[in-house]
């Protein structure tokens, strides 16, 4: 299932000027450190959400970024603008200033755009905000529902995943590769959910290393979740390359079965590489896009490959696609 079909974003952090367009039900973006892949990430949240500027402030404030630093400092005016297509439907959001200066209220416009009754409507409202106000304002409901997962929330929920029999058969595969004596998900005073092993008995999330819990933490956020959109920021942390294979089996998998659309960050190209292997043997390598983002003085760019495409290239180099530049 494909909910956001492409998008386009100007002046938004890093991306001046980044247009993308036919996304596949998987789409992986990658590149080096500050080239700009969890602010496409971030725009693609805004875009589900366009009409909302509470909503805008939450997501630019991701990592304790300040607002401001939303903005693309060398501009004459400040402004951000992002187009979306949404079940192919075109939104966009964007927020213009008046007179920025730091820790002062913001002046300025947010201008939406959105399609009603076969219409195209645009509406502004003028903006008289302050960073330092309470964001406790009520938020509306996105467009598609979505899920966006980050190394910095890892507090663990047994329980969710228990209550979903496939994810819970799946983290139980996955911890044996590991120790083939966990024994499996248990209830306590009818309330607590708790994890056992045979040796060690009850076992804390605290038991296990970072990329264990963030695997598992994956896979609570999937857990009971469809007909949506997923963002994993970033794909790959910390989890051990040799159980790349699994990983990228569950993720698949699950998004078949569930109606999900993917969006992974990754600077791990052998993690690329498990993808187009799991695909190439379904042959559905249409259903994957690569999106390779890279720093440039004045901002960065973007390059979009197919499935297809990216298989070829890597048979022709006889080996991943660090070698290739892809020009």
Not at 145 to 161: A, D, E, G, M, V
């Amino acid at each position: 299932m494909i909910y956001v079909n492409g998008i386009s974003v100007e002046h938004y952090k890093g991306l001046r000027n980044i247009s993308l367009a036919n996304f596949s039900p998987i789409t992986i973006i990658t590149g080096p450190n500050g080239c700009g892949k969890t602010s496409l990430t971030e725009a693609i949240e805004i875009i589900l959400n366009p009409l909302n500027f509470n909503h805008y402030i939450a997501v630019t404030q991701t990592k304790n970024q300040g607002f401001w630093n939303s903005f693309d400092k060398q501009q004459a005016r400040l402004y951000t603008r992002i187009d979306g297509e949404i079940l192919k439907q075109s939104y966009f959001t964007e927020i213009v200033s008046y007179q920025p200066i730091f820790q002062e209220p913001f002046l300025g416009f947010h201008h939406f755009g959105y399609p009603k009754n076969g219409r195209d409507i645009i509406e502004s409202k003028e903006i008289d905000y302050s960073v330092s106000k309470n964001q406790s304002q009520s938020f509306s409901d996105p467009i598609v529902r979505y899920r966006k997962l980050t190394p910095q929330n890892q507090n663990l929920s047994f329980q969710t995943i228990r209550e979903d029999q496939l994810l819970c058969e799946k983290a139980l595969s996955y911890l044996s590769l590991f120790d083939s004596d966990y024994a499996g998900f248990q209830t306590e005073n009818f309330k607590d959910t708790v994890l056992y092993h045979k040796k060690y008995n009850r076992v804390s999330e605290d038991f296990f290393s970072d990329g264990i819990r963030y695997v598992l933490k994956i896979m609570e956020q999937l857990s009971g979740f469809s007909n949506g959109v997923v963002i994993i920021d970033p794909a790959e942390h910390q989890i051990a390359p040799n159980t790349f294979p699994f990983m990228v089996e569950l993720l698949y998998h699950v998004a078949s079965k569930r109606q999900l659309q993917l969006f992974l960050t990754t600077q791990s190209m052998e993690f690329v590489d498990e993808w187009l292997d799991l695909l190439h043997f379904y042959r559905q390598l249409s259903e994957i896009t690569l999106v390779k983002l890279r720093s440039k003085p004045d901002g960065c760019s973007a390059k979009q490959y197919s499935g297809e495409l990216m298989y070829q290239l890597r048979m022709e180099h006889q080996t991943d696609f660090r070698c290739s530049d892809f020009n």
